[in-house]
């Protein structure tokens, strides 16, 4: 059983910074793919980014240039650093992993950004 527990999240000001972490327990291997998606009050889940094991990586078109994925496979963990942060980036940020078949997720850590 995989699970997945985020910290980092908080109140920040527009474009300020946080850094996201998130810690994975349990089999994963090193070539699936984990990341993070965000849902705001009102709106769908959407995919912020992600990456496949220790490399090719992919963003949504609203974070590009601002946000940055990494993962550290031998600790299991994976981290967004945001930079640039906007009101619009205000959400519940959720750790992903996809482990063929099933897709897991953590409780979510709020970010903010607000004046």
């Known amino acids: 059983q995989v699970q997945l527990v985020e910290s980092g999240g908080g109140l920040v000001q527009p474009g300020g910074s946080l850094r996201l972490s998130c810690a994975a327990s349990?089999?994963?291997?090193?070539?699936?793919?984990m990341g993070w998606y965000r849902q705001a009050p009102g709106k769908e889940r959407e995919l912020v980014a992600s990456?496949?094991?220790?490399?090719?990586?992919n963003y949504a078109d609203s974070v590009q240039g601002r946000f940055t994925v990494s993962r550290d496979i031998a600790k299991n963990t994976v981290s967004l650093q945001m930079n640039s942060l906007k009101p619009e980036d205000t959400a519940l940020y959720y750790c992903?992993?996809?482990?063929?078949?099933?897709?897991?997720w953590g409780k979510g850590t709020l970010v903010t950004v607000s004046s």
């Open positions: 349990g089999r994963i291997h090193s070539s699936s793919t």
């Open positions: 990456i496949i094991g220790g490399g090719s990586t």
């Open positions: 992903h992993a996809y482990i063929f078949p099933l897709h897991y």
